[in-house]
Structures are given as C-alpha cells and as structure tokens.
C-alpha cells in the first residue's frame, strides 16, 4: 500500500522560510514523479512543482525563484523548500505521486497546512 507522509507545515511570517517534506512508501518509486499541490479556501488544487526520477524540475510561474523541489531517491523523501513567503502561498499543501506511463498509479498525502501571516 502506497503511503506519502508530509511535514513541515506551519505560521511563518512574510519573508520567511519552510522547508515541507514527504516520504514515501509501499513501492519502487524510481518510475514515479514526485510533486507538490497546493489548495487555498475556495480554490482548486493546483500544482505548485514536480520532479521525475531523473531529476527534472517544473514549476509554476507563481513560485519560480522562490521555492525548490529535491528528491532524496535512497530514503523515497521530497522536498518543497519554500522561501521568501508571501501571504497568497497560504495553503495546504500536498505531496503526489504518480507513475509515469501508468495514470491510475497516482497517490495523495494528507495535506500540510501553510499559513503566511504577520
């Protein structure tokens, strides 16, 4: 049984820093893309950034410059470090995984709250 367990979530001021992370188990995920979503009240779930097993990257244009996605493959963990914070990143913030030639493979984690707030 696949498992994404997130962390890292909480209050942080704007201008500030978190680093989130999910590990992962329940199978081989060197064939999965990892990423990270995001939902604010009333809105979508959106993606915010994504890495397949060979290191690639893809963000949206709202976070580039600003957050970075890594993956360590040895311990199935990624990573959403996420600097200079602004209000509207407020969110919470979940970790995915999906094979990459199999859709119906595609696992959520429960979320992690991320509020920027003075």
């Known amino acids: 049984q696949v498992q994404l367990v997130e962390s890292g979530g909480d209050l942080v001021q704007p201008g500030g820093s978190l680093r989130l992370s999910c590990v992962a188990s329940?199978?081989?995920?060197?064939?999965?893309?990892m990423g990270w979503y995001r939902q604010a009240p009333g809105n979508t779930r959106e993606l915010v950034a994504s890495?397949?097993?060979?290191?690639?990257?893809n963000y949206v244009d709202l976070v580039k410059g600003r957050f970075t996605i890594s993956r360590d493959t040895a311990k199935n963990t990624v990573y959403l470090q996420m600097n200079n914070l602004k209000p509207e990143d407020t969110a919470v913030y979940f970790c995915?995984?999906?094979?990459?030639?199999?859709?119906?493979?595609?696992?959520w984690g429960q979320g992690t709250q991320v509020t920027v707030s003075s």
């Open positions: 995915n995984t999906r094979h990459v030639f199999r859709e119906s493979l595609n696992y």
């Open positions: 329940g199978t081989d995920f060197r064939s999965y893309v």
């Open positions: 890495i397949g097993s060979g290191g690639r990257t």
